[in-house]
């Protein structure tokens, strides 16, 4: 069946991953948002005809306004303008592929608006995890996960009850530094991080794949998703990349999910979902595969994945200062302000400074995104 979509981030590795997979698939795009980049969405607006385009920024807005003057697509700056694009009535699903903390507010309108969520945008259930699974159970919204381990997950707990799992796998491919100590990583650059083995993606997350802290995110959005606590989730660095993550079951049967590395598998899965259709993803082949070796992460030496185990299981804010702590310190990485170990340095800083309130409101979330924010700054001064 074909979907239609508002596409949150759409100028994003994700976003326009999903439009190849909506034009090969016959989904129809009602709305699209982008950030900066006005040009693409010009050329996506264009191409793909939704009602309507929204950017936070209004001065972007007002220039999309005229380079689409002779169309009649709709174009919103703000943050309402997102949340108008969220949860736009023509389509029945959203994807949420907004980098970061910022997709919290349109993600939650999706719910609100009963739209299905594919979820790309794994801030917001590290931040408001909690706030977002209740929300979208109430209103009888289904998230399903757009992140490839959590989609393999997602495939492989098919028609299985909630009890009869024992165990989450979540595979890590380990990022470009994988096997050096930390005198090493005191020395790699921007673009030595942005080296990603498997994936090509935005450099946010390419950075937290250089530190791990993806993989720290992942537990959090694991255990919001699929409501397993921290204790039971394991990390396997897997450096081929062919098993995208496994559950282990009461009985002791373990489940993987195999494929190709091309998250245009997972995109289109969330879309069609119960169902399986032909599809563009790259196809896979088990006799041209290496051997699949797993081990365990080394998180002495990548401290953001310990913080963000230590943060899984405090619970409460502490994944929202932990986040927004991180969000801020990669952007000072990419702006070659500070160092690789400066990172995981200040995220600490920001959780030991920023107190705890456990069930947290969604105003205590941006509140605890906020002062970890100011305390990043504070520690760079
Ligand atoms: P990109 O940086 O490539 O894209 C992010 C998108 O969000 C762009 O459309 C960008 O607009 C927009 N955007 C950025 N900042 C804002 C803002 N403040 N307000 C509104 N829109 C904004 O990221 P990815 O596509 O790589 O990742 C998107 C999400 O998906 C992330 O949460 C990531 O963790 C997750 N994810 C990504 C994977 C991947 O393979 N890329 C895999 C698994 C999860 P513009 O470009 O116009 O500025
Ligand atoms: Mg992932």
């Keep these: 069946m074909g979907r239609t979509l508002s596409i949150l981030g759409s100028t994003g590795s994700i976003g326009r991953q999903t439009l190849e997979v909506a034009e090969a698939g016959g989904h129809k795009v009602a709305a699209l948002t982008f950030g900066h980049n006005v040009k693409l969405a010009e ?20 220039d999309l306004k005229v380079r689409l003057e002779d169309t009649d697509i709709r174009v919103l700056g703000g943050e309402e303008g997102l949340v108008e694009a969220a949860s736009i009535p023509e ?3 959203a994807v949420a592929a907004i980098v970061g903390v910022a997709g919290l507010k349109p993600t939650l309108a999706a719910i609100d608006a009963g739209k ?26 289904d998230i399903v996960p757009v992140d490839s381990e959590h989609s393999a997950i997602f495939q492989c707990l098919q028609g299985a009850k909630h009890k009869e799992i024992r165990r989450l796998i979540v595979t890590a491919s380990g990022g470009p530094f994988y096997g050096m100590d930390r005198k090493a990583l005191s020395l790699v650059t921007k673009t030595d991080a942005l080296k990603h083995p498997t994936w090509q993606m935005g450099q946010k997350i390419t950075i937290d794949s250089a530190t791990l802290m993806n993989k720290g995110l992942e537990v959090i959005e694991a255990m919001r998703l699929f409501g397993v606590p921290a204790e039971r989730i394991d990390v396997a660095v897997h450096r081929e990349g062919v098993v995208h993550s496994l ?17 245009r598998l997972p995109i289109q899965y969330a879309l069609t979902w119960p169902d399986r ?24 030496t990548f401290r953001c994945l310990a913080l963000a185990l230590r943060c899984a299981k405090t619970g409460g804010t502490s994944t929202a200062v ?14 070659e302000k500070i160092g690789f170990l400066d990172i995981p340095r ?24 906020r002062a970890a924010r100011q305390a990043v700054l504070e520690l760079t001064r």
């Design 91 to 93: 389509a029945d699903t």
């Design 116 to 141: 299905r969520l594919a979820l790309a945008n794994k801030e917001t259930l590290v931040c408001a995890g909690e706030l977002v699974t209740a929300r979208a159970k109430a209103r009888g919204v």
């Design 247 to 263: 559950v282990e079951f009461a009985d002791g049967a373990v489940l993987a999910q195999l494929g190709s590395p091309d998250m």
């Design 322 to 335: 932990l986040n927004g702590a991180n969000e801020a310190a990669v952007g000072l990485f990419l702006e």
């Design 346 to 369: 200040l995220v600490e800083g920001a959780l030991e400074r920023v107190k705890t309130v456990h069930d947290p409101s969604l105003d205590d979330i941006f509140e605890a995104d």
């Design 277 to 300: 259709t032909e599809g563009i993803a790259k196809p896979f082949n088990l006799f041209s595969c290496p051997p699949l070796t797993f081990r365990r992460p080394d998180i002495e």
């Design 43 to 62: 050329e996506q607006a264009r191409r793909f005809r939704p009602r309507l385009v929204a950017t936070p920024d209004e001065g972007l807005a007002a």
